[in-house]
């Protein structure tokens, strides 16, 4: 109990700079995704016509095969460093799901990059309203990217919500179910998401490696590489979801059977500031499912 008490004091600055320098390090090996699939893949002329166009430090000296620089190397390096360094200092903020385990450690990370990535996005769109509406200088690349950006986001922010048990689900039937009737439906869940998970990574494989290993773009002006990274995101997320729902099983097998209301969707701070503004914040009860306020100084009048 005391360790969950002291993971509740989330929001640390390492926190937030662990998943920047991943992301920075993942956009530079994604954008310099075509040097690695040259030297160590398949090399074609029009990969390497690409490469060329898309090179940001065309003039450091290569030190890897005929197209990787010294910064691909260390970018890369960082990656697998830095998810490590992220998981293992990740802690579970006041408002996340309570029963987490060290195998949540990786889904509550990635929402951590997820939560940067919306930064990020806020970030490209305002730019490109600020530059368009004010100086009426628009770019070429703020739509593709905030697109490229978007993607990223809903995928990540899936396994996320996977993890903090907020997907859609319905209680209606599952409710009324003694306890070992919901674990029944728990298994059969688990088990259609692990199918389904399955199946879609089989029968996607192919088209997915494909569109990396050519490196697809998506042929507008910025050309982002989004069918080269999405589809086979797609998969990887899928894979990591069906994980965590395994997990999610096996970490609430034992737990009490829970009741949902219309108060789940109300978090305590909101209750303590709906308290406050009708005057209940001193020994008064508020009954969050029918909206009424009863005062235990109006019982004891």
Not at 104 to 109: C, E, G, N, S, T
Not at 269 to 295: F, H, P
Request: charge should be negative.
């Amino acid at each position: 109990m005391q360790q969950d008490a002291e993971n509740l004091k989330s929001g640390t600055l390492i926190e937030w700079l662990v998943p920047l320098a991943f992301i920075v390090c993942a956009a530079w090996v994604t954008w310099h995704m075509p040097a690695f699939i040259l030297d160590w893949g398949v090399y074609t002329e029009q990969l390497d016509e690409q490469f060329t166009r898309l090179d940001v430090t065309p003039n450091l000296p290569v030190v890897m095969g005929e197209h990787i620089d010294i910064i691909d190397i260390l970018a890369l390096l960082g990656l697998p460093v830095f998810a490590i360094l992220g998981v293992m200092t990740v802690r579970r903020a006041a408002m996340e799901f309570e029963d987490w385990r060290k195998m949540d450690r990786l889904a509550v990370f990635v929402g951590r990059v997820t939560m940067m990535l919306i930064v990020l996005l806020t970030s490209v769109m305002l730019y490109e309203v600020i530059v368009r509406y004010v100086f009426e200088s628009p770019t070429l690349w703020a739509n593709e990217l905030s697109l490229w950006l978007a993607g990223f986001v809903f995928l990540c922010s899936g396994l996320y919500a996977m993890q903090q048990r907020s997907h859609i689900r319905i209680f209606l039937i599952y409710d009324m179910f003694p306890r070992t009737m919901q674990r029944v439906c728990d298994v059969i869940s688990t088990s259609l998401i692990a199918l389904f998970a399955f199946f879609l990574i089989y029968g996607g494989y192919g088209e997915a490696f494909a569109k990396f290993n050519r490196w697809e773009t998506f042929g507008t002006a910025f050309d982002p590489p989004i069918p080269a990274t999405l589809k086979p995101m797609v998969l990887f997320v899928v894979a990591l979801v069906a994980t965590q729902a395994i997990i999610n099983l096996i970490s609430d097998w034992n737990a009490e059977p829970v009741i949902h209301s219309a108060a789940d969707d109300i978090d305590q701070d909101e209750i303590d500031r709906l308290k406050k503004s009708v005057g209940a914040d001193e020994g008064g009860d508020l009954d969050v499912a029918g909206g009424a306020v009863q005062s235990t100084k109006t019982g004891q009048e």
